[in-house]
């Protein structure tokens, strides 16, 4: 169901909400989500790999350094960019998400690796060895891409994205108990799941991007329902079954089209069985504080406001001449009632 012509959103930007200080630079955001208190952690691919902020953008904490003022890695990203970093604890920033404990999941796709960790950065658990399995066997990991923890029973459902077309499900402790999904455009098949959330306590729901939709499965894998949207990509569940809000973060349309009004780079929010009920964002992509560049992670704290972290260098800013190495990459967009 689509919105009428005359729909109003619900929502408006906060310009400049995050206030980062001299010293500290994102290169893009990457992934955000929040806690119980509404803090907001924003996983990227700057120099300090975790930033924490309160709800009026103010830096609380961060942490993923060892020695921050010490030892510096070079390092080449998969699209060929040189990257200097601090030394850190991942390779890759790429997705993160809260489980019903406050306890933060850690994706890093080039690690191949799924860190848990306190809200204040203790390691709890890491998920995958490092080594990369050929891509499509199915087996773990080939570039990961989200994770999310079923409240009900503390199952761990890691979405296999990049060089995979799976869903793999592990108990709490990290052991494997089952996995699905294959390469395809038909029900129940993947072309890059790139995220997913818990929808219900038997239902989880994946953001199949390249198909331009987001797909239903139990907790069995075994598919539910789909509908579509524009390169699914970054997914936040509020609410559980029948009372659930889904929003999903639609990234832009290919280079050709770029300037094409109303095709992707916004935030459309849907009821549990796929009725849009809203949507936000400029109809145009840029850098602007109404405007998207390619969102990729959506937060939603208690309030209603909205976080989206953008890959923005990667898909925009590196391609610019000369480079715009940090482009805008963190938005917030408040609920108006």
């Not at 960790?117 to 658990?125: C, D, K």
């Not at 609410?239 to 009004?261: L, S």
Request: hydrophobic share 35%; charged share 25%.
């Amino acid at each position: 169901m689509s919105l009428p012509p005359d729909h109003v959103t619900n929502y408006e930007p906060v310009p400049g909400w995050a206030k980062i200080p001299h010293g500290i630079w994102l290169r893009e955001a990457t992934s955000v989500t929040v806690d119980s208190k509404d803090n907001v952690y924003v996983f990227n691919r700057g120099n300090v790999p975790i930033l924490v902020f309160d709800p009026d953008g103010n830096l609380i904490d961060m942490w993923g350094n060892d020695d921050p003022q010490g030892s510096v890695r070079i390092t080449e990203d998969p699209y060929g960019n040189r990257l200097q970093f601090w030394d850190g604890w991942f390779m890759r920033a790429h997705g993160i998400s809260t489980d019903h404990e406050d306890n933060l999941w850690l994706v890093d796709d080039v690690g191949n690796k799924i860190h848990k960790y306190t809200t204040s950065g203790e390691h709890l658990l890491t998920i995958g060895t490092g080594e990369e399995v050929p891509r499509e066997s199915g087996k773990m990991f080939n570039r990961p891409t989200d994770a999310a923890v079923n409240p009900a029973t503390g199952d761990v459902f890691i979405s296999d994205g990049y060089g995979n077309s799976r869903v793999h499900r592990m108990d709490a402790q990290g052991n494997h108990i089952m996995s699905w999904g294959e390469s395809g455009t038909d029900d129940g098949k993947f072309n890059l799941p790139h995220n997913i959330a818990i929808l219900d306590d038997d239902l989880v729901i994946v953001c199949d991007r390249e198909s331009h939709r987001v797909e239903v499965f139990t907790t069995e894998g075994e598919f539910v329902r789909q509908w579509p949207a524009h390169k699914a990509c970054g997914i936040e569940v509020t609410g559980k079954g029948p009372d659930a809000t889904v929003y999903i973060g639609e990234q832009g349309p290919a280079p050709v089209q770029r300037g094409v009004a109303d095709i992707g780079n916004r935030v459309s929010i849907f009821d549990w069985e796929g009725n849009m009920i809203d949507r936000f964002g400029n109809p145009h992509f840029g850098q602007g504080p109404d405007q998207f560049l390619w969102p990729h992670s959506v937060a939603v704290d208690s309030r209603g406001d909205v976080y989206i972290a953008e890959v923005s260098f990667v898909e925009w800013g590196r391609h610019q001449n000369p480079p715009v190495d940090t482009p805008a990459s963190l938005r917030k967009w408040r609920r108006k009632n």
